[in-house]
């Protein structure tokens, strides 16, 4: 039953993905920005599936069994950055794109400079290293969770996501995965809430589950992080900024480019944070549930897998395959669009020459498929941690400069290169050099360092004017 209960639910999204090919138009920018037209209802949700993925249903089940109900400072500092960065940029990102008819992050970032290539080039390649590790972090959050459920090797849910995204992601670009993304936010949500209610009324009520958690260990309930050397305030703060970060998501700025007007952003943010926080709260809720329902998988198994666990010793067959489909819907509503966007890295910015041709962008999005694919079946089976680092290098190598560009201001192409790689250098020396990441998540040092090296560069540039 609980098999087929996947099943259905994954031919679903698949459906609703070939559907969506019957209002396709056979063109690049249709193909990548659904012609900038997506209703904001629908942007909110995708963007919303997309930001979550994997990191909702494994990472951060898993990080709020390991440290309890201090991980909501990571949910309530993403959500007020995440809130400020659609206010302040996205609506900028949607009227400067159009006007330049820019149809890929990159050829953004790239705007306006003599030497184009460079900036375009770089930022290109980027996006294809890390936000390719990053749609690898999500097939591996499915296979996971197959894993679990079924008994099977890991790999095969690597395949099988890799299969369904390949499918309807041919079908109808970024329609096709925005379409998909808006019915799994929805399955996303009311699995989440549905096993957080059972695993509650399982610990006794809110009262016993908050005293058996305080029992396991004080610090469960302790809302300070322990042994945090600077303190709660920087703490947040390098929340707030990781969340302000999806300035630098290619995968989720695209949303903001194709909405049908720039002046529904601030709508679709509403919605996307609102249903965004429901949905965190009771990830967060599963997984201190599962610290007091499952409390061996710290020491003899592995805490990202407490939700399908917990699923499994709490729910009738037919809603684990429901709790199965929505994990995998959130997993592989991120891989789509990471994967398109690489896609549109390479055919579009690296490819110039192939720019315009639908045939070529729809034979990069298999290519980068088979890249991202190889990677997940041999990489790191951490999830929180490969999003995570994820995350940052792409905030703080192509935020900054997206930033910029958003409101228009001038910038040379040597600084542009400069802030890129003065970015991904301090978040990975902050990373892994101090290994403060665990005090200030290394986001903040990075977006700083690229923006201060945005300010050096207009000094010089102001001194040599006078």
């Known amino acids: 039953m ?13 459906g609703v993905g070939i559907y969506s090919a019957t209002k396709k138009q056979n063109t690049t920018t249709d193909y990548l920005l659904a012609s900038r037209n997506v209703n904001p209802w629908l942007t909110a949700f ?22 309890g109900i201090s991980a909501i400072w990571l949910t309530i500092g993403w959500a007020i950055g995440d809130y400020i960065a659609w206010g302040l940029v996205f609506k900028r990102l949607r009227q ?12 953004f970032l790239g705007q306006e400079t003599k030497e184009i290539r460079w900036i375009t080039t770089i930022s290109a390649l980027i996006t294809i290293a890390f936000l390719g590790s990053y749609a ?3 097939l591996v959050a499915g296979g996971k969770a197959l894993h679990a459920l079924f008994n099977w090797n890991y790999s095969v849910g690597v395949i099988v996501g890799a299969i369904v995204v390949v499918i309807y992601c041919f079908s109808g670009g970024i329609r096709a995965s925005i379409w998909t993304d808006t019915v799994q936010a929805t399955i996303m949500i009311g699995s989440l809430v549905l096993l957080f209610v059972v ?5 006794g009520g809110l009262s016993g589950f908050w005293t058996q958690l305080a029992a396991i260990d004080p610090g469960l309930v302790n809302l300070s992080p322990q042994d945090l050397e600077w303190g709660l305030l920087p703490f947040l703060i390098g929340w707030i900024v990781a969340g302000f970060g999806v300035v630098g998501q290619p995968h989720i700025l695209v949303r903001a480019m194709a909405i049908n007007s720039a002046n529904k952003i601030g709508f679709a943010r509403n919605i996307q944070v609102i249903f965004g926080l429901v949905n965190s709260f009771a990830a967060m809720g599963v997984g201190m549930a599962a610290r007091v329902l499952l409390p061996n998988l710290l020491t003899n198994g592995d805490p990202e897998l407490a939700l399908p666990y917990l699923a499994l010793e709490l729910l ?8 199965l489909a929505g994990l995998f ?7 789509d669009s990471q994967i398109l966007s690489c896609s549109a890295a390479l055919t579009q910015d690296l490819f110039p020459g192939l720019a315009h041709s639908y045939k070529y962008a729809k034979l990069g999005t298999l290519t980068v498929t088979l890249i991202i694919l190889s990677i997940a079946l041999s990489g790191d089976n951490n999830v929180f941690a490969l999003i995570t680092f994820s995350w940052s290098i792409l905030a703080s190598g192509l935020g900054p400069l997206l930033i910029v560009r958003a409101w228009q201001k001038s910038v040379t192409t040597p600084a542009a290169i400069a802030m890129m790689v003065g970015g991904i250098a301090a978040a990975l020396f902050w990373k892994m050099g101090l290994d403060l990441s665990g005090i200030i998540y290394e986001v903040l040092p990075g977006m700083a360092t690229g923006g201060i090296i945005y300010l050096v ?8 004017s006078s």
């Open 457 to 464: 560069s207009q000094f010089f540039i102001a001194q040599e």
């Open 2 to 14: 609980i098999a087929t209960t996947f099943i259905v639910f994954l031919l679903l999204f698949t």
């Open 46 to 67: 995708s963007a919303m599936a997309t930001g979550q993925s994997g990191f909702l249903f494994i990472g951060q089940v898993g990080f709020a069994y390991q440290i």
């Open 316 to 323: 009738p067959a037919i809603l684990v395959g429901v709790m």
């Open 96 to 107: 400067v794109s159009e006007e330049i008819s820019a149809d890929t992050v990159s050829s």
């Open 329 to 335: 819907a959130a997993t592989i509503s991120t891989a």
């Open 136 to 138: 690898a972090a999500q």
């Open 199 to 203: 695993a509650i009324a399982n610990c």
